[in-house]
C-alpha cells in the first residue's frame, strides 16, 4: 500500500521524496523546532531521518507526511501516523513537526485532524496515541484539541512523555 496523500482545507499532506531533503533539513537543523528533541540534526542526520520515513512507507505503507501550502506548495513540515512495535505491541502514534514561521496558525491541528480522520476512517485504528514532552505546552494544546486525552507516561528517546491518547468511537463521538 503506498503511503497516502491528505488534504485539508489549506494544506497538502503528501508522501516525502528525497527531493525534499532540503526543507526538511532546514527544519531539523532550526533550534527552535528542535527544543524537545535531543538535538539539532546534521545534514547527513537529517539525510537519515529521511530515509527513516521512506522505510516506513516500504515496510508499513504510511509514516511522516511532508506538509505544504495549498496556495503555494511551500513545505511547512511534517506530520503523519507512525506504527511503532514494542513489548506492549503495536501502538500507532500521531506526530507533527511544524518549520517555525508557520507556528500558531493551526497548521498542526488542522494536519493533525486529517491523520487522526485517515487513522481511524481508512486505516480502521482503534486507537492513536501521541507522546508529547510536557513543557511542550503548544503540542498539548494541540492534542487536547483534538479529543486527545491523558493516558500515561512513558520514556522516549531518554526523556519523558506524556502519552495522549484518542479511541475511534470517542473520536466519532465528538465528531457529531
Known amino acids: 500500500m503506498p503511503a497516502p ?7 497538502i499532506l ?5 527531493d ?8 531539523l537543523s532550526d533550534a527552535q523546532v528542535m527544543r524537545f528533541y535531543p538535538s539539532v540534526l546534521s545534514r547527513d542526520q537529517s539525510e537519515k531521518w529521511l530515509e527513516g520515513i521512506l522505510r516506513d ?18 513545505f511547512i513540515g511534517q506530520a503523519g501516523i507512525m506504527r511503532r512495535i ?9 506526530a507533527y513537526l511544524l518549520c517555525r514561521e508557520f ?3 493551526g497548521y498542526a ?8 480522520e485517515f487513522g481511524f476512517e481508512q486505516m480502521g485504528l482503534e486507537l492513536i496515541e501521541a507522546l508529547v514532552r510536557p513543557e511542550n505546552l ?8 483534538l479529543g486527545m486525552r491523558a493516558a500515561g507516561v512513558t520514556e522516549h528517546a531518554g526523556f519523558h512523555h506524556d502519552v495522549y491518547a484518542v479511541r475511534r468511537e470517542a473520536w466519532r463521538r465528538a465528531r457529531c
Open 138 to 145: 503548544p503540542s498539548v494544546r494541540v492534542v487536547q484539541r
Open 109 to 116: 491541528t488542522e494536519a493533525a485532524r486529517r491523520l487522526l
Open 14 to 18: 503528501r508522501p516525502f521524496t528525497p
Open 57 to 74: 512507507y516500504a515496510e508499513c505503507g504510511f509514516g511522516m507526511l511532508a506538509i505544504r501550502l495549498k496556495e503555494t506548495a511551500q
Open 20 to 27: 525534499d531533503l532540503d526543507g526538511l533539513h532546514l527544519q
Open 86 to 94: 514494542d513489548g506492549g505491541g503495536t501502538h500507532h502514534y500521531l
Open 5 to 11: 496523500a491528505l488534504e485539508t482545507d489549506r494544506l
Open 103 to 105: 507556528w500558531d496558525f
